[in-house]
């Protein structure tokens, strides 16, 4: 059987892989525009804002998660375990103290955000801290932890800036083409205007499926890594399916903050039950997901500590 290490490795091999199909699809269009248009003044332009943009966006992520989610910061005499947990693992793993958050609501979950282990916080709601007990409230906490020290928010951030690229970039060619390449001046305009078209509609979508992909991936990632930051998986693996118990969806959950969450904000165990009854769980529907399913994740923690 594969150990923690061995699980690691593979989720980072996967992730790599996604990322290349990625970057493969923006180097597609970015040629394809400077080919058709014979032009790419325009193309090197609007990349360049766009990276711009997405950067600044990038060095103010964390705050404008934690202020989207209403979090408030803590003091050690507030919540003395939260704090000590995260300071012991920090101490054992030796990376920073990250800032510290609670959010004032009674469904379980926590996230992770900034750009770096220097620059990062942690939060969680009232309702984690009051249900779970000590070893799986450090599972949670390391799972945190590992998203900031495999830099996940870096990675989430690079694929939100190709995304962007990826949309900017469409949007141009498909008005350029209405514009100046839709008339017989071209052979086969009419042909390629289409094929733009069907590009403007379908790359977005695929593109949102692999970057929600490369999220679930990373979920994976950080449980095994907090297994190894923990030496229990099995604390995380029990907070896990908590969570998964759970009956009542976050009541300040956002699309723009969900994929950052331990567990998908907006879920319940009913709507997990219903997915699952019906057989969703590796259905089409499943691509759109932020998170894996629990049940998947607790296989994976528990089955890896099944060492041959």
């Known amino acids: 059987m594969a150990s923690l290490y061995t699980q690691q490795s593979r989720n980072v091999r996967r992730t790599f892989f996604l990322m290349s199909i990625f970057l493969i699809v923006v180097i597609a269009i970015?040629?394809?525009?400077?080919?058709y248009f014979n032009s790419s003044l325009i193309?090197?332009?609007?990349v360049?804002?766009?990276?711009?943009?997405?950067?600044?966006?990038?060095?103010?992520?964390?705050?404008?998660?934690i202020r989207l989610t209403r979090a408030k910061p803590i003091t050690r005499e507030?919540?003395?375990d939260y704090w000590n947990i995260v300071e012991n693992l920090c101490i054992s793993i030796g990376v920073p103290m990250p800032k510290l958050y609670i959010i004032d609501d009674p469904s379980p979950n926590a996230f992770a955000t900034g750009r770096s282990p220097e620059h990062s916080a942690i939060v969680v709601t009232k309702g984690l801290l009051e249900m779970m007990d000590k070893s799986e409230l450090e599972g949670v906490l390391a799972h945190e932890l590992a998203h900031i020290q495999n830099r996940d928010t870096l990675l989430m951030t690079v694929t939100v800036v190709l995304f962007g690229i990826v949309a900017i970039l469409l949007d141009i060619v498909l008005h350029a083409a209405t514009m100046f390449g839709g008339d017989d001046r071209r052979e086969g305009g009419f042909v390629i205007l289409i094929a733009i078209l069907v590009a403007y509609l379908v790359v977005p979508i695929v593109l949102s499926i692999i970057r929600l992909a490369i999220s679930r991936k990373r979920e994976f990632l950080a449980d095994a890594t907090a297994g190894v930051y923990t030496r229990y998986p099995e604390g995380l693996a029990s907070a896990l399916e908590k969570i998964g118990k759970s009956h009542q969806?976050?009541?300040?959950?956002?699309?723009a903050t969900a994929h950052l969450f331990i567990s998908d904000p907006y879920a319940t165990s009913d709507h997990r039950k219903k997915k699952k009854k019906e057989g969703l769980g590796f259905g089409l529907h499943r691509l759109f997901d932020t998170h894996p399913p629990i049940e998947k994740r607790v296989e994976a923690l528990v089955?890896?500590?099944q060492i041959s």
């Open 249 to 255: 969806p976050m009541r300040r959950a956002s699309s």
């Open 43 to 46: 193309l090197y332009i609007v």
């Open 48 to 65: 360049a804002v766009a990276i711009a943009i997405n950067i600044t966006a990038y060095w103010r992520s964390d705050k404008v998660a």
């Open 78 to 80: 507030e919540y003395f």
């Open 30 to 35: 970015a040629w394809f525009a400077s080919y």
């Open 303 to 305: 089955g890896s500590q």
